[in-house]
């Protein structure tokens, strides 16, 4: 089935070789990127993106976090793209880490990918579809 996925580079990792490793990978992995920009996330647009964290102790500290600097979204598509990226930048997240040599936690990763969400019995794309929202909004912003 064909999806679109939302994958971002966090602020403090948009170092361009970075970028470029991380989209070679993920295109030969079979999805292909469809858009791209740099965003700048403001308060709240980042709360917006960690909507479902809002309860959480640490919801406040993602939310400054993502706002911090610039990120590089990129938007997906493919055949069940949302699994292909998610488990390519699980995997990312580790080798990233290594080849470029920077610190991460587990409150500043390198890489987000959006995801399906399980409500009951039923998978909703509402993240996705509220990611991809988010990065076209910003996306304009920039401009």
């Known amino acids: 089935m064909i999806e679109r996925c939302y994958v971002m580079v966090k602020p403090g990792f ?9 989209i070679e990978v993920l295109e030969s992995r079979g999805v292909k990127m469809v858009d791209f920009a740099y965003i700048t996330y403001d ?26 600097g610039r990120a590089f979204g990129m938007i997906y598509e493919g055949n069940n793209a949302l699994t ?36 009951g019995d039923t998978m909703l794309e509402l993240d996705t579809q509220r990611e991809i929202a988010l990065f076209n909004y910003l996306k304009k912003k920039e401009i």
């Open 14 to 22: 948009t170092d361009s070789n970075l970028i470029k490793r991380a």
């Open 43 to 68: 308060e709240e647009c980042a709360k917006l993106h960690y909507t479902e964290k809002s309860g959480k102790p640490y919801y406040m500290e993602l939310v400054n976090y993502i706002s911090s």
């Open 84 to 119: 292909i990226c998610r488990s390519t930048v699980e995997e990312l997240r580790n080798s990233l880490k290594e080849e470029f040599n920077v610190e991460t936690d587990i409150m500043r990763n390198i890489l987000h990918c959006s995801s399906k969400t399980k409500v």
